[in-house]
Nanobody
């Protein structure tokens, strides 16, 4: 079973930046459409950014222009700039649920807190 390990979260002031990393326990295949998700307290997990092997990228409207998703052989990244308090939540990576019926087991996620 594929394992996902997210890291890079932390406490940051509004306007700050963080780079999240998701280590995948096997090579990310061209057929794997990957995504970052986040879950705020009391909220459902939402898809923040998706990336296909062909380079097709899409973002949640509220993060467009601030977040950048990228990948290499077995790692998924999320560069987050100009962070806002509403970006606070636990961030997870996985396959893009819009294209894959079966996702991998969720990792532990990484907490991002944007607060002054």
């Amino acid at each position: 079973q594929v394992q996902l390990v997210e890291s890079g979260g932390g406490l940051v002031q509004p306007g700050g930046s963080l780079r999240l990393t998701c280590a995948v326990s096997r090579r990310i295949f061209s057929s794997d459409r990957m995504a970052w998700y986040r879950q705020a307290p009391g909220e459902q997990r939402e898809l923040v950014a998706g990336l296909s092997s062909g380079g097709r990228i899409n973002y949640l409207d509220s993060v467009k222009g601030r977040f950048t998703i990228s990948r290499d052989v077995n790692t998924l990244y999320l560069q987050m700039n100009s962070l806002k308090p509403e970006d606070t939540g636990v961030y997870y990576c996985n396959k893009d649920r819009r294209y894959h019926h079966t996702l991998w087991d969720w990792g532990q996620g990484t907490q991002v807190t944007v607060s002054s």
